[in-house]
DNA sequence: TATTTATATTGCAATATTACGATATAAAGA
DNA sequence: TCTTTATATCGTAATATTGCAATATAAATA
């Protein structure tokens, strides 16, 4: 089929589900990192640093864009990049809740 | 096309990627964290918990396991499932360096 | 206004994912 | 051994994703 079935999961866990999927793209990964080394840039600039052709990279944009992982202002006829704190603070919570768990677990089991 | 050109990008994109995408389904966002609430629990439980058929539960088990997000032993005739440190250890990095990016960056842009 | 520059959108082909019924496998117990 | 129980695999249909050429849009500049 190929659809999941959203409706059957909490809101949370869609959300959450969303924000990862749009990082699990090795285009987009980069795309992230390359935001925290220059802490901004135009579009052209990722389309210069990635193997990938610049409708391509506007679809990642897109897609990161839409998650809230990061946001765009005008600057001229270009647009500025940078990371959005929005979805990275959703998505740090659940991690946060692992890692503390896997800290006080320490393999009891399997 | 559909294909992602996994091999223009570093093997930590890649690596970072598939764990985040492993993470992206509802569904398996709600396995993690019913095995956080349970600790360990075998492949039917979650069957029980989840709205999905077995094969479809059983399929994204085997994509957190191929992830090193769970690992499985045998117990009986049944497969006791837990959470694994390895795969989690690899993405956190990841989240650490973006969090310590956006904690000193204090908005100065977009 | 015409052109250039920067980005987005459309349309489409190739591939991947999701879901599940049917079936296989494998250990446990009768 | 036969049956039950638990999980995995196969096959397949429906849908989603990835990537790009062609094209549209929109601001800047000549």
């Known amino acids: 089929m190929g659809i999941t079935k959203t409706e059957h999961f909490s ?10 999927k749009a990082i699990g793209h090795p285009a987009r990964i980069a795309i992230i990192q ?3 080394k220059v802490n901004s840039c135009v579009c052209g600039d990722i389309v210069n640093e990635l193997p990938l052709a610049q409708p391509t990279v506007s ?12 946001k765009g202002s005008f600057e001229g006829n270009a647009i500025c990049y940078c990371l959005d704190e929005k ?7 659940f991690f946060n809740q692992v890692n503390t768990y896997l800290e006080n677990k320490k393999n009891q089991c399997c």
Chains 1, 2 share one sequence.
Not at 11 to 20: F, G
Not at 59 to 70: F, R, S, V, Y
């Open 87 to 93: 979805g990275f603070h959703k998505i740090r919570g």
């Open 11 to 20: 809101e949370e866990q869609n959300e959450l589900a969303i924000l990862a």
């Open 34 to 36: 390359h935001l925290i």
């Open 59 to 70: 679809q990642h944009l897109k897609e990161l864009k839409n998650a809230g992982l990061i």
